[in-house]
C-alpha cells in the first residue's frame, strides 16, 4: 500500500468523532473576525464603527499578492475595528461585530445549485471568484488559495492531489465532509482542474477511513480524470511533499514548491469551499471543526461561523471537563495550546482538541542517548538532535547548511525521542531566525 519512503511515525489515532455527522452551530450573539487569517500580509479593514453589514459582506480586503479577502460571518452591528489578543497571546487587527439576526448579501445562494455553468467559466473567472471568496487552506496552513493556483512562469501543473489524509489524531472533519458533502467536493475538483488545466486528479485517503473511501472512489467514477488511492495510514503523510511522494513518486528537493514537479496539492476541505465559492458566490464565512478529546462528552464535528468563540464549541460538545489541562487548536501533532478559550475559531481552526492534565504534563528532559530515532522518523530527512543543538548555541549558519528550514514542524522528532528532548521548540527557533536571516541578506 501507497505511503512516503523518508520517515514517518504511527500515533494513536483516536478518531473519537469519527462517523459524527456535521452539526450546525448557530451564529453567536457577536464575533470577533481578524484581518489575518492566512499566511502573508493581513487584510486591509474597508469598515468602520457603526456600519451595519450582512453575512458575506467584504470586511477586510486582501493587501497584496499573498494574502486574503475577509468577510463578515454574521449580520448585524460593526462595534469597533481594533486590535486583538488572539488564542496564543500575538496582537492581531481584528474587526468586532454584534449580531442582528441573520441576512445575508443577496447574491449568495444558500439552497444548493445556482444556475452558473460550469462550462462557460473560464480558468481566470473560476479563480477570480476563489480569490473574491476569501478562500486559503484549511487544512491548517491557511495559504491563499489564489496563490496556489497562480503558478510562476516556466512552470505548468501536471496533476492535482487532494489531501484528503486527515493523519493527525483525533481530527475527523475532513472525513465527515466527504461522507456528507461527497457529490460538492467532486465538482469542486474538477472546478480546480479546469482553473489550473490539468485531466488528472488524485484524492489521497488513508485507510483507517474505509467508509470515505468506498463512498469518494463511488463518486469519483462518474468523474473522467478523477481517482481514488488509499494510502496506509502514517504521519505525517498529510505533509505535502510527503503526500506528492506517496502518490507519484516525486521528491519535491529542498527549498522547492510542489510545483516544481508538476503537482499542486489541496486540502479536501478547502475543495469544499471552492464549490461554494465559484457554484454559490459563497464567501468562506465558516468551516468545519472537530471538537474532540478524551474527556468531552461529546466528541464532534461542527460547521461554525468564523468568530465564533472557542468556548462556544466546547459548550456544544458537553462543556469543558473538570480534567482539562491543555486545549489545542487544530491536532495535538501540530496544533498549539490556547491561552484563552474566548479566542475566535478562524480559516485555520481544523480541530479542538482537549487534553486531560494527566496527558499534558511535558516530561522532564535528559541528555540525548545517541539513539537516533528522530533523525529515523524525520520525514524530510533531517538531523533533528543536530539542529536542535545548533539552535541551542545560536549557530546559524551551519543550522542554514544543514536545511533547517526545511523542517515541516510536524513533531515526530519529539514522539520517538526517549530522553525527552524539546526538539522542536528549538528547532522552530532556530528556523526562525534563519528565515530572518535570509530575508535580511536579500534586502
Same mark, same amino acid.
Given at each position: 500500500?501507497?505511503?512516503?519512503?523518508?520517515?514517518g511515525?504511527?500515533?494513536?489515532?483516536?478518531?473519537?468523532?469519527?462517523?459524527?455527522?456535521?452539526?450546525?452551530?448557530?451564529?453567536?450573539?457577536?464575533?470577533?473576525?481578524?484581518?489575518?487569517?492566512?499566511?502573508?500580509?493581513?487584510?486591509?479593514?474597508?469598515v468602520?464603527?457603526?456600519?451595519?453589514?450582512k453575512?458575506?459582506?467584504?470586511?477586510?480586503?486582501?493587501?497584496?499578492?499573498?494574502?486574503?479577502?475577509?468577510?463578515?460571518?454574521?449580520? $448585524?452591528?460593526?462595534?469597533?475595528?481594533? #486590535?486583538?489578543?488572539?488564542?496564543? $497571546?500575538?496582537?492581531?487587527?481584528?474587526?468586532?461585530?454584534?449580531?442582528?439576526?441573520?441576512?445575508?448579501?443577496?447574491?449568495?445562494?444558500?439552497?444548493?445549485?445556482?444556475?452558473?455553468?460550469?462550462?462557460?467559466?473560464? &480558468?481566470?473567472?473560476?479563480?477570480?471568484?476563489?480569490?473574491?471568496?476569501?478562500?486559503?487552506?484549511? $487544512?491548517?496552513?491557511?495559504?491563499?488559495?489564489?496563490?496556489?493556483?497562480?503558478?510562476?512562469?516556466?512552470?505548468?501543473?501536471?496533476?492535482?492531489?487532494?489531501?484528503?489524509?486527515?493523519?493527525?489524531?483525533?481530527?475527523?472533519?475532513?472525513?465527515?465532509?466527504?461522507?456528507?458533502?461527497?457529490?460538492?467536493?467532486?465538482?469542486?475538483?474538477?472546478?480546480?482542474?479546469?482553473?489550473?488545466?490539468?485531466?488528472?486528479?488524485?484524492?489521497?485517503?488513508?485507510?483507517?477511513?474505509?467508509?470515505?473511501?468506498?463512498?469518494?472512489?463511488?463518486?469519483?467514477t462518474?468523474?473522467?480524470?478523477?481517482?481514488?488511492?488509499?494510502?496506509?495510514?502514517?504521519?505525517?503523510?498529510?505533509?505535502?511533499?510527503?503526500?506528492?511522494?506517496?502518490?507519484?513518486?516525486? #521528491?519535491?528537493?529542498?527549498?522547492?514548491? &510542489?510545483?516544481?514537479?508538476?503537482?499542486?496539492?489541496?486540502?479536501?476541505?478547502?475543495?469544499?469551499?471552492?464549490?461554494?465559492?465559484?457554484?454559490?458566490?459563497?464567501?468562506?464565512?465558516?468551516?468545519?471543526?472537530?471538537?474532540?478529546?478524551?474527556?468531552?462528552?461529546?466528541?464532534?464535528?461542527f460547521?461554525?461561523?468564523?468568530?465564533?468563540?472557542?468556548?462556544?464549541?466546547?459548550?456544544?460538545?458537553?462543556?469543558?471537563?473538570?480534567?482539562?489541562?491543555?486545549?489545542?487548536?487544530?491536532?495535538?501533532m501540530?496544533?498549539?495550546?490556547?491561552?484563552?478559550?474566548?479566542?475566535?475559531?478562524?480559516?485555520?481552526?481544523?480541530?479542538?482538541?482537549?487534553?486531560?492534565?494527566?496527558?499534558?504534563?511535558?516530561?522532564?528532559?535528559?541528555?540525548?542517548?545517541?539513539?537516533?530515532?528522530?533523525?529515523?522518523?524525520?520525514?524530510?530527512?533531517?538531523?533533528?538532535?543536530l539542529?536542535?543543538?545548533?539552535?541551542?548555541?545560536?549557530?546559524w549558519?551551519?543550522?542554514?547548511?544543514?536545511?533547517?528550514?526545511?523542517?515541516?514542524?510536524?513533531?515526530?522528532?519529539?514522539?520517538?525521542?526517549?530522553?525527552?528532548? &524539546?526538539?522542536?521548540?528549538?528547532?522552530?527557533?532556530?528556523?526562525?531566525?534563519?528565515?530572518?536571516?535570509?530575508?535580511?541578506?536579500?534586502?
Amino acid at each position: 500500500m501507497r505511503t512516503f519512503q523518508i520517515g514517518g511515525i504511527h500515533p494513536p489515532e483516536n478518531k473519537l468523532s469519527a462517523g459524527q455527522p456535521i452539526q450546525t452551530i448557530p451564529p453567536p450573539a457577536s464575533v470577533v473576525i481578524p484581518l489575518s487569517q492566512h499566511v502573508g500580509a493581513p487584510a486591509t479593514a474597508v469598515v468602520a464603527k457603526g456600519e451595519t453589514v450582512k453575512t458575506g459582506t467584504l470586511i477586510g480586503k486582501a493587501n497584496g499578492f499573498i494574502s486574503a479577502n475577509v468577510h463578515s460571518s454574521v449580520s $448585524g452591528s460593526v462595534t469597533k475595528v481594533d #486590535q486583538m489578543i488572539d488564542g496564543f $497571546g500575538f496582537s492581531r487587527p481584528a474587526v468586532y461585530i454584534d449580531t442582528l439576526g441573520d441576512e445575508w448579501e443577496p447574491d449568495i445562494n444558500r439552497n444548493g445549485f445556482s444556475q452558473i455553468e460550469d462550462d462557460r467559466l473560464t &480558468p481566470k473567472e473560476i479563480i477570480d471568484k476563489i480569490e473574491a471568496a476569501g478562500i486559503v487552506g484549511l $487544512g491548517g496552513a491557511a495559504f491563499p488559495t489564489k496563490v496556489k493556483l497562480s503558478p510562476p512562469p516556466g512552470h505548468k501543473a501536471e496533476i492535482l492531489i487532494i489531501n484528503a489524509s486527515e493523519c493527525e489524531p483525533y481530527l475527523t472533519a475532513d472525513q465527515a465532509a466527504m461522507m456528507q458533502e461527497t457529490d460538492q467536493i467532486m465538482t469542486g475538483i474538477r472546478l480546480i482542474m479546469k482553473a489550473i488545466n490539468v485531466e488528472r486528479a488524485v484524492i489521497g485517503i488513508e485507510n483507517n477511513k474505509p467508509d470515505a473511501i468506498e463512498r469518494m472512489t463511488a463518486f469519483a467514477t462518474k468523474h473522467k480524470g478523477i481517482e481514488v488511492v488509499s494510502l496506509k495510514s502514517r504521519y505525517p503523510q498529510g505533509g505535502e511533499k510527503q503526500l506528492i511522494d506517496a502518490i507519484i513518486r516525486r #521528491q519535491v528537493k529542498s527549498g522547492a514548491l &510542489p510545483i516544481s514537479v508538476g503537482a499542486i496539492v489541496h486540502n479536501v476541505g478547502t475543495v469544499y469551499a471552492v464549490y461554494e465559492a465559484v457554484r454559490n458566490n459563497k464567501p468562506l464565512i465558516e468551516r468545519i471543526v472537530t471538537v474532540t478529546g478524551k474527556s468531552i462528552v461529546k466528541p464532534s464535528n461542527f460547521l461554525v461561523r468564523i468568530g465564533t468563540p472557542v468556548a462556544a464549541l466546547i459548550e456544544a460538545a458537553g462543556g469543558l471537563p473538570e480534567d482539562t489541562g491543555k486545549i489545542i487548536v487544530g491536532g495535538p501533532m501540530m496544533g498549539k495550546a490556547l491561552i484563552n478559550i474566548q479566542a475566535p475559531v478562524t480559516k485555520g481552526t481544523s480541530g479542538i482538541v482537549v487534553m486531560t492534565k494527566k496527558e499534558s504534563v511535558r516530561r522532564h528532559s535528559h541528555d540525548c542517548i545517541r539513539c537516533a530515532k528522530c533523525v529515523g522518523a524525520c520525514p524530510m530527512g533531517l538531523s533533528p538532535y543536530l539542529l536542535m543543538n545548533l539552535s541551542e548555541y545560536k549557530v546559524w549558519d551551519d543550522a542554514e547548511k544543514n536545511h533547517i528550514t526545511d523542517c515541516i514542524e510536524c513533531g515526530s522528532c519529539c514522539y520517538t525521542c526517549p530522553a525527552n528532548r &524539546p526538539l522542536l521548540d528549538y528547532i522552530r527557533l532556530g528556523k526562525s531566525k534563519v528565515m530572518e536571516i535570509k530575508r535580511a541578506r536579500k534586502v
